[in-house]
């Protein structure tokens, strides 16, 4: 008998499943009125599936126009499960992994090893431990066998133009498009640049003690295991429910570490699902998993910083300039819809204070798939490809617009810029 919890890994066993999902999830949406039996099959095998299809079921957990509205509610609920607690690997596998990356026996590794995963994940999970020096620790260990699943889902078109559509890369140039993808997703199976990225956001976050980052234990990570301090807290569901200013400053911390980040730090980390983020006292957040990060070309983040500018300083026509540079648009109808589209991404800068809601972010992506339709019937002479480096940034957008629209508060996103567009100029960049 077929075991269905265990990690399909090649082509045809993951296809299999994934279009055996499509057939049940389809029937379910029918008779299931409201939609609940296909949500929970839908993340029954994309949980058992991990790795990028694993992934496409995170975004549909938590980002807010991915699923049809009549369904949205059957499918969070459902697919939410993902964010914390995907099918485990056996302890057996756990400990074999990590002697045979490490050197040596579990035990004199660490004085203390909990056999049950604190969360697993898509393509790895997470255990307690504690070093001989008592430093509490969170062990990131992959899972048997997902690097060959992830290589299937890589090299499996439909994937990645599942995943891809749902991001907005049909306006994209598809061959530099799947290249930027399998780059991004092959970088989330090495722990080593993982750690080095995790150092990056420490150091430019350093001086923010809002901004938590955990600290690397050097010694214990290698390609395939990743060590870090452990972080308690509360989750962002309890978050959610504490008093408007608590969430508010938290919403402050958020977009804060996310934009300079950017503009500072010139990279951006496109995984902005909620289970990455531990709350502290406080303003302070804890960020975890720094395995999907793009580092933004000089060019584009030059054009970036001015674009930022131009919305802080409500200066329309600069903003439309630079948008339309940044993209390296042609002249007409598809210049006037990107222009469009970026100018609502930045609505809360143009006017902050501004509460991001559900709606809103939604929004975002209906207007996306609006222009997409459009820009297919426009002549060639207008038609232009976006660069494929934006992909990962509406992921980073639309994920982290849904994440502001759950802790419902109104910021002055304007004001936190500043802050840190001052410290562009004082670097002279």
Known sequence: M??????????????????????????????????????????????????IAAKVGQMASYVDGVVPEAHRDAYEGAMSKLRAQAPQSTFTEVRASIESELGAPLDQLFSEFSEEPMASASIGQVHRARMPGGLEVAVKVQHTGISAAMESDLANASILEGLTGALGGRRFDSKNLLAVVRERFREELDYEL???????????????????IPKLIAERSTRRVLTTELVRGMTFEEACALPEDRRRAYAE???????????????????????????????QIAFLDFGCCQVIPREHLLAARRIHVAALANDDAAFRTNVSAMVHAKPGRLEVLAQEFTRACFEPLFASPYRVTRSYAAGLV?????????????????????????????RLQFGFYSVLARLDVAVDFAAIERGFLDEIARLGE
């Open 194 to 212: 993982e750690a080095k990225r995790l150092v990056h956001f420490a150091r430019v976050n350093a001086h923010d003690p809002t901004v938590k």
């Open 253 to 283: 911390t958020l977009w804060r570490f996310v934009f300079r980040g950017n503009l500072v730090g010139g990279t951006f980390n496109a995984d902005p699902h909620p289970g990455n983020y531990i709350f502290q006292d406080g303003p």
């Open 366 to 394: 209906e207007q996306m798939k609006d222009m997409t339709i459009e820009a297919r019937k426009l002549p060639e002479a207008e038609f232009f490809t976006m660069p494929p480096q934006m992909l990962f940034m509406n």
């Open 2 to 51: 077929t075991d269905e919890r265990k990690l399909p890994t090649g082509r045809i066993g993951r296809f299999a499943r994934l279009a055996a999902m499509g057939v049940r999830t389809g029937a379910g949406l029918l008779m299931d009125k409201d939609g609940g039996g296909a949500a929970k099959q839908a993340a029954e095998v994309l949980g058992t599936l991990r790795g």
